[in-house]
């Protein structure tokens, strides 16, 4: 639609220039009431169900634990720094 609008807006500066008078009007018009009706428009539309937005969800593995019912043997806070 913004491209319709910058038609009508050198169509209107065109006919502007060469004394068209009252004709260089309606592409002024047009140039003006295109933004007014491409918000309305957008602003109209229901969001749809599944192509709104989606969280992501990762999906990892099982974490691994040994048949003793620990874990691999690290700490769950992570590496301890080496001396």
């Given amino acids: 639609m913004m491209g ?3 038609v009508c807006f050198v169509i209107t500066v ?3 220039l060469a004394h068209a008078g009252w004709v260089s009007i ?10 007014y009706f491409a918000v309305v428009i957008a602003n109209s539309r229901q969001p749809g169900d ?5 969280a ?3 999906r990892l593995p099982e974490r691994y634990t040994s048949a003793q019912g ?3 043997g690290h700490d769950e806070a992570g590496p301890t720094p080496r001396d």
């Fill in 26 to 35: 309606i592409p002024a018009i047009g140039a003006i009431a295109l933004p």
């Fill in 70 to 72: 620990g874990t691999t």
């Fill in 14 to 16: 065109v006919l502007f």
């Fill in 4 to 6: 319709l609008r910058l």
């Fill in 56 to 58: 992501y969800e990762p």
């Fill in 50 to 54: 599944s192509s709104g937005f989606q």
